[in-house]
């Protein structure tokens, strides 16, 4: 937990600089940072001026504002280990159409350039790693003093505190829940708008766009989509339902997202690469087939739990096991567990067309140089790890029934190998 919370400012920053500065030589940067050591680095750092922090306040407003007022149907989350179940306002596709309509639109009448975005990058950036860094101590004194729920509590130390955090379900007021703010209408729609961010500022550098970029824009784009589509089933999710709002998922999704996650687009900015139609058409064809079958991974199970099983999975009736649980407070409830259909291939099998998806929105950079290929990287380890992490509680859960399931599908994430 130390290491992440002084390594991962820092790279966020050097990832940044060998991206945009240093031609996305990862030796490039050693070469520099060997030459000049600590001083260099700290040279490197942009200072978060008054304009970044200007851009982030009004884009976080803005999605605050519509996560408030747009209308949306309610959506129930699961229930918590104490009793509670939070309440939602679904309204994430609609958030997301008028982010992209707004930004677009702005460009287009010339009122904001997204260039700007783009050429302040760095102060952004290191603007968001200080001020979230801040908004995670809030969370942690929130914890503490004014705990929105029963979903909450002390581990007794303040590193593991500050990191896993205190709230499972952190709101402002009653209606503004703060993990759907810093998950999915900053992070996730941030992730988008530095997508097309990174596409206007190679239009408008060169006069045109190259396929790749096309190619990579249009597979995050479909992948954010389907995100909002399906938002109300990630809050049935780890990082909703499990992980408690501290360092490791709101600096996470404040931070990391939009740094790491775009960081394939941030590098094509300046290194355009024509892949030909054939060769284009081809990763965006593989690339939007792996999203939809992620999709529709998480649509079966989601159809399966609202329907208490009583649906079709791949045309027939589905094959699972009837599990019970005790809660903290001694209540026995009661869940289905699927073993058919992509369930029955593997436990986590949702993540192999996830991290294949990724792997097709980086290739379009080809294999010049390692670091576009690191959130491919570093998505297939955080996803190992959840699902680990996720085996672990479902053990614990369950108990003789999970045994059982794992019995039945046996491999935890790659069929047949793992």
């Known amino acids: 937990m130390i290491s992440l919370l002084t390594l991962c400012p820092p790279f966020v920053i050097l990832l940044w600089y060998t991206m945009t500065l240093a031609h996305g030589s990862l030796l490039q940067t050693f070469d520099y940072l060997s030459q000049n050591g600590l001083q260099g680095f700290l040279l490197i750092w942009p200072k978060p001026t008054a304009t970044a922090c200007k851009i982030i306040a009004i884009y976080a407003a803005f999605e605050a504002a519509l996560q408030l007022l747009l209308p949306g149907n309610t959506v129930y989350g699961p229930i918590s280990p104490t009793g509670h179940r939070p309440v939602y306002k679904a309204n994430g596709v609609a958030a997301y159409l008028v982010t992209l309509v707004t930004y677009i639109a702005l460009w287009w009448f010339e009122i904001f350039d997204p260039t700007i975005v783009y050429d302040r990058l760095g102060e952004i950036f290191s603007a968001l790693i200080f001020g979230s860094f801040v908004f995670c101590v809030f969370l942690y004194i929130k ?34 829940d703060i993990k759907v703010f810093t998950n999915c209408r900053f992070g996730m729609m941030s992730w988008a708008v530095l997508a097309l961010t990174y596409c206007i500022k190679q239009y408008e550098e060169n006069g045109k766009v190259a396929d790749s970029m096309l190619v990579n824009t249009a597979l995050m784009l479909v992948y954010i989509t389907k995100f909002f589509w399906w938002e109300a089933g990630y809050w049935n999710t780890m990082d909703i339902a499990h992980d408690r709002a501290g360092f490791y998922i709101c ?23 024509y892949l030909g139609t054939q060769l284009a058409v081809t990763i965006l064809v593989a690339g939007i087939l792996c999203i939809y079958i992620n999709y529709d991974c998480d649509r079966q199970r989601q159809e399966f739990r609202r329907t208490n099983g009583k649906c079709t999975v791949w045309g027939k009736a589905p094959s699972k096991i009837e599990a019970s649980y005790t809660t903290t407070a001694g209540e026995t409830k009661r ?8 369930w029955g291939l593997s436990r986590h099998f949702h993540y192999v067309p996830e991290i294949l998806a990724a792997f097709f929105w980086t290739v379009p950079a080809l294999f010049n140089h390692f670091l576009p290929y690191f959130y491919v990287i570093f ?14 509680r479902c053990r614990s859960k369950y108990g003789k029934f999970w045994k059982l399931y794992c019995d039945k599908v046996p491999y935890r994430i790659i069929p047949g190998m793992y």
Request: aromatic residues 16%; negative net charge.
């Open 143 to 176: 914890g503490h003093l004014a705990p929105s729920s029963t979903d909450s509590g002390s581990s007794g130390n303040i590193i593991i505190d500050f990191y896993w955090g205190m709230e499972l379900y952190p709101r402002i007021g009653k209606y503004f």
């Open 251 to 273: 600096w996470g999704c404040l931070v990391w997202v939009p740094s790491v996650y775009t960081s394939p687009g941030m590098y094509l900015v300046n290194h355009p690469v």
């Open 335 to 342: 869940s289905l567990l699927l073993t058919s259909g992509w």
């Open 379 to 392: 998505l297939t380890i955080l996803l190992f790890d959840r699902a680990k992490r996720d085996d672990d």
